[in-house]
């Protein structure tokens, strides 16, 4: 059944995604802080609107994703934010990846509004974004979930109900630990056997026959290879994620030592100016250290 929706957040993931809901019959009211970027979804069909508060007024489904948790508390409780105008009755739907602490203040906003609220971060990337399939994992009420899953199934092919509100961003935290780690450790395993002599393709084909490989490097190895770092998934958003999952760490009590060491890895080439490429630039920082190029 064709849905009002209000998309707040056309940037890397939310272009596409907002693309897909527009084709899916569904009809659009989209907002983003950079009004060029809604040029597309405009030529697509969507009412273009100009603060959140307008995406939400006419919506029964409100949905975001922005860069972070300041993003996101100025789009819900900002001036012009979604609480201005939301309806009794709404569902919010974040997909944005956040702190769980802020994602569950939003909660209760939002719950003030009489309207529910879902923290639904995602994976799967651009590519899975464009193809419509991206993984949710989700926090939030299960009759939340159950409403939203017709929506998501546009835009997803995987949706996991993890819990209660911020379960879905704890996920998420786990998951982007696990993958900043193995693209860095797979870096630095390139950068020793390049260092030594060893060509990058040779190296590729005994990774991908051991029980190393893994569809991650699978995907990035061609990129690095050729020095391409185009942004899929910018290396600022991922030192983001793991500042966010020491955070829950620290708060859980739960020591980590290879995030401690991988995060500042980040952080360095971040600090070189690497921010705005895709993470996989993390291999140049490692590069310039030891004097090689992992490169065909
Ligand atoms: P992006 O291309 O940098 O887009 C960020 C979006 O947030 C833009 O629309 C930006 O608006 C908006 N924004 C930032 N600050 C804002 C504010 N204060 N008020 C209103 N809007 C604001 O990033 P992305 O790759 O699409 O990522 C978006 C979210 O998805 C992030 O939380 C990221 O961690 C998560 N994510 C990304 C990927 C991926 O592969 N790219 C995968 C999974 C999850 P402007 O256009 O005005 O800057």
Not at 67 to 95: H, M
């Amino acid at each position: 059944m064709p849905e009002s929706i209000g998309f707040i957040g056309l940037g890397i993931m939310g272009q596409p995604m907002a693309l897909n809901l527009i084709k899916a019959g569904h009809q659009l009211a989209v907002y983003n802080r950079t009004a060029a970027k809604a040029a597309a979804l405009q030529a697509a069909g969507a009412r273009v609107v100009s603060s959140p508060a307008d995406a939400a007024r006419d919506a029964n489904v409100v949905m975001m994703i922005v860069s972070d948790s300041a993003a996101v508390e100025e789009v819900v409780a900002g001036k012009g934010g979604i609480l201005e105008s939301l309806r009794a009755g709404a569902l919010v739907i974040d997909s944005s990846t956040i702190s769980p602490t802020v994602s569950r203040k939003m909660a209760c906003l939002v719950a003030g509004k009489g309207a529910s609220w879902l923290d639904a971060p995602v994976t799967g990337s651009k590519h899975g974004a464009e193809k419509g399939e991206l993984t949710f994992m989700m926090g939030g009420d299960r009759a939340a979930f159950d409403r939203a899953l017709p929506i998501l199934q546009v835009l997803g092919k995987k949706h996991i109900y993890c819990g209660s509100h911020g379960l879905g961003l704890s996920a998420k935290l786990a998951q982007n630990t696990i993958q900043a780690t193995l693209l860095e450790v797979f870096c630095e395993g390139f950068v020793l056997a390049t260092k030594a002599g060893v060509r990058p393709e040779t190296m590729l084909e005994i990774i991908q026959s051991s029980l190393a490989r893994a569809a991650l490097t699978d995907f990035k190895a061609p990129f690095i290879f050729k020095g391409d770092f185009t942004p899929y998934f910018p290396l600022k958003l991922m030192h983001k994620d793991l500042e966010l999952a020491a955070e829950a760490g620290y708060a859980q009590g739960v020591p980590m030592p290879a995030l401690a060491a991988v995060k500042e890895v980040y952080m360095a080439a971040k600090a070189q100016g690497k921010g705005d490429l895709d993470y996989a630039a993390i291999v140049t920082f490692l590069e310039e250290l030891a004097g090689v190029k992992v490169r065909t």
